[in-house]
């Protein structure tokens, strides 16, 4: 039999990285490189009652039965309510549409607003599992600088700016580098994105895991014509749930439900209804995230310690203010694709940076995810990194 | 703000039709028209018990983390096994990918298959839901000319099955004829197929729901080389999981496999722990399958006794031997997307047939949809409808 696959599916690359990091899967492997959130946060009472709830009763007919494209109801009510109050705006049931995990957002996205060759702006480095769903719309990433501060807005040049389809951007605790996005470069993006009727997509997984529980103002509630927000239940409930949503003007949702009714009909009906029980009972989710925020706060401590304890002085990192990864700076010269090879071999894996730039100018970063190693092995894995890494150190 | 949208999104049309069939949500409505399975036919004990086995051991944070993207590796094995015994052929775990929902397969298909304006062969008419999925990647649908016994291969010109990307059927009590592929047929089709290097896509949803319990051979069994197989858990489990998966070659499923992490990572770890559990237990399908046929069987018996009650001898329609589906032919001169406005100003809905065809040349057909109806108002609804398609004989 002779193939005949797309030319999307034709220019897929597997990725070498990928390659490497199966070998971490196995158990005594201490893992910086993953992105999932810590087990220890998982509501399991809450989420045993609430699938309880669900079948016990009669939702148990709406929970396995086809729904609507747009969601659950009652669970779209409720996140149009909890965001009004916590983002102290207005946002209308109408501007919601639930999705299966927010990945699925990033290829409705796609599918809405990419033709091929379209250019698309993103920050440096930035998240590889956007940079996934987006090539599969073949789009021209123009790279935005960014420094610990997050991305620069003034260095976004005014056409590009009218002519991109848009900006992507995690402004909260970003991925891979756990950077927060200034206030004023908040302002400042969405004062740019106004002039220059750029769509800014605003991807806020992390949003609600800042230590302090200091959230800075969303792109959204900045420049609301002209962004659009995707949430995520994966690291406030649970990944497994396959749970996220867009929020979009009117205009914008009713483009995209007909490419979400295409791509798998509707989100799982029970996942959605055991979601809303949980979260609308009273006060679950004030309770249930300064818990995380304790869990992730403490676990990132703990490793900024290992790293001051053991790294030579030629390497950096920075101090997240909330999320689930540090990001660590090498010497130039040193490649951390290389790195990781050796690390592997002395069983310690973390994820090499070059896989989170558009134009792979830069291989001496990497990113640690701290959530789900316990403190005992974040202190020894911490150390043999050092180890390795001193050894390249000239 | 000025949306600049992809041409997918731009050339989206809202489908008249939906938009007539929202009123028939309204609770005093008979709808023959939508294509829910009957809820009668839900296990709901297995069910629950499945949830709560998942819920209360340790399986628990396996079922609410991340998973890969191929899906729970014991559901796929147990796949893999129902298939092997049902189909007397030999499947791996390794050809098997799990999908949110058969849906998402078909988006799947057209990712890794279609660019734009490649030739895809479809039944006349076809499954909507597929054409939806396709739409997406712009490609130019041949209609093949089918009867009772479904598609006739003989009437696919070889230079077309060379050269389109593939051909689309749904063999078992097909959407929304309720056809049957014949044996000769399915034959003649794998003949074709391996002659012409044409990839056979099989939709099976209803394989399983022949009232009579014969299955006939599946073409993925005929022309296993060329052949894509989508199997669900929507029909014998039910949708609310959106659980569907695809059986292919390993060379087709490492295309499949970024392009599904690309569109939303993986399927819910939750719902796909909970079918797990219940398909798994002891000879469940073998007791379960037999009393989804009796039901869907025995309605289906009712509403043809309705209808040869009820309706003039100028209307015909077709005998199925499983699904949930019967296909009415009118005078040529009646148009039943007219009819069907007449009919919700009389609290009855059905699906024109219209809407099932690549390019519109006919409508004087319905779908009628008998499984969530009960019987009385089955009898009811006929007797209505037949009542309103009598005023148009002349």
Same mark, same amino acid.
């Given at each position: 039999?002779?193939?005949?696959?797309?030319?999307?599916?034709?220019?897929?690359?597997?990725?070498?990285?990928?390659?490497?990091?199966?070998?971490?899967?196995?158990?005594?492997?201490?893992?910086?490189?993953?992105?999932?959130?810590?087990?220890?946060?998982?509501?399991?009472?809450?989420?045993?009652?609430?699938?309880?709830?669900?079948?016990? /009763?009669?939702?148990?007919?709406?929970?396995?039965?086809?729904?609507?494209?747009?969601?659950?109801?009652?669970?779209?009510?409720?996140?149009?309510?909890?965001?009004?109050?916590?983002?102290?705006?207005?946002?209308?049931?109408?501007?919601?549409?639930?999705?299966?995990?927010?990945?699925?957002?990033?290829?409705?996205?796609?599918?809405?607003?990419?033709? /091929?060759?379209?250019?698309?702006?993103?920050?440096?480095?930035?998240?590889?599992?956007?940079?996934?769903?987006?090539?599969?719309?073949?789009?021209?990433?123009?790279?935005?600088?960014?420094?610990?501060?997050?991305?620069?807005?003034?260095?976004?040049?005014?056409?590009?700016?009218?002519?991109?389809?848009?900006?992507?951007?995690?402004?909260?605790?970003?991925?891979?580098?756990?950077?927060?996005?200034?206030?004023?470069?908040?302002?400042?993006?969405?004062?740019?994105?106004?002039?220059?009727?750029?769509?800014?997509?605003?991807?806020?997984?992390?949003?609600?895991?800042?230590?302090?529980?200091?959230?800075?103002?969303?792109?959204?509630?900045?420049?609301?014509?002209?962004?659009?927000?995707?949430?995520?239940?994966?690291?406030?409930?649970?990944?497994?749930?396959?749970?996220?949503?867009?929020?979009?003007?009117?205009?914008?949702?009713?483009?995209?439900?007909?490419?979400?009714?295409?791509?798998?009909?509707?989100?799982?009906?029970?996942?959605?209804?055991?979601?809303?029980?949980?979260?609308?009972?009273?006060?679950?989710?004030?309770?249930?995230?300064?818990?995380?925020?304790?869990?992730?706060?403490?676990?990132?401590?703990?490793?900024?310690? /290992?790293?001051?304890?053991?790294?030579?002085?030629?390497?950096?990192?920075?101090?997240?203010?909330?999320?689930?990864?540090?990001?660590?700076?090498?010497?130039?010269?040193?490649?951390?694709?290389?790195?990781?090879?050796?690390?592997?071999?002395?069983?310690?894996?973390?994820?090499?940076?070059?896989?989170?730039?558009?134009?792979?100018?830069?291989?001496?970063?990497?990113?640690?995810?701290?959530?789900?190693?316990?403190?005992?092995?974040?202190?020894?894995?911490?150390?043999?990194?050092?180890?390795?890494?001193?050894?390249?150190?000239?």
């Amino acid at each position: 039999m002779l193939w005949k696959f797309s030319h999307r599916a034709q220019s897929l690359k597997s990725s070498t990285i990928r390659e490497i990091l199966k070998v971490t899967e196995q158990a005594n492997v201490i893992s910086f490189a993953g992105g999932l959130p810590s087990p220890d946060a998982f509501p399991l009472t809450e989420i045993r009652a609430a699938a309880n709830a669900v079948l016990e /009763s009669n939702d148990i007919y709406g929970a396995l039965q086809y729904g609507p494209s747009e969601g659950y109801k009652p669970l779209r009510l409720w996140i149009a309510n909890y965001l009004s109050q916590r983002d102290n705006v207005t946002v209308s049931v109408d501007e919601i549409l639930i999705v299966t995990g927010s990945q699925q957002a990033l290829d409705l996205i796609g599918k809405t607003l990419l033709d /091929s060759n379209d250019k698309v702006l993103v920050e440096t480095p930035t998240f590889i599992g956007a940079l996934q769903s987006f090539n599969q719309y073949n789009p021209q990433y123009v790279a935005v600088a960014s420094d610990e501060d997050g991305l620069i807005p003034d260095s976004i040049d005014d056409e590009v700016a009218r002519t991109a389809k848009f900006l992507y951007s995690i402004p909260n605790f970003q991925n891979p580098t756990g950077r927060r996005l200034s206030l004023s470069r908040r302002q400042a993006l969405a004062a740019k994105a106004k002039q220059n009727n750029l769509v800014l997509i605003e991807d806020d997984p992390y949003g609600d895991l800042d230590y302090q529980g200091q959230r800075l103002p969303a792109l959204y509630t900045l420049a609301p014509e002209n962004t659009v927000y995707l949430g995520s239940f994966s690291k406030i409930l649970a990944p497994g749930l396959r749970l996220g949503y867009i929020v979009a003007n009117r205009q914008f949702i009713s483009k995209l439900l007909p490419l979400k009714q295409a791509s798998d009909l509707h989100t799982p009906s029970l996942t959605q209804y055991i979601a809303y029980q949980i979260v609308s009972k009273n006060n679950f989710l004030s309770d249930h995230i300064p818990k995380i925020r304790q869990i992730y706060g403490s676990r990132c401590q703990f490793m900024l310690q /290992s790293l001051a304890k053991y790294m030579p002085q030629e390497v950096s990192w920075n101090q997240p203010e909330g999320g689930m990864f540090i990001w660590v700076e090498l010497p130039e010269y040193i490649n951390a694709t290389e790195l990781l090879k050796e690390a592997i071999s002395q069983k310690v894996a973390f994820a090499p940076g070059e896989t989170f730039y558009v134009h792979s100018e830069k291989n001496n970063c990497l990113r640690l995810a701290f959530v789900t190693v316990p403190e005992e092995k974040i202190d020894t894995g911490i150390k043999i990194l050092a180890d390795i890494i001193k050894h390249h150190i000239h």
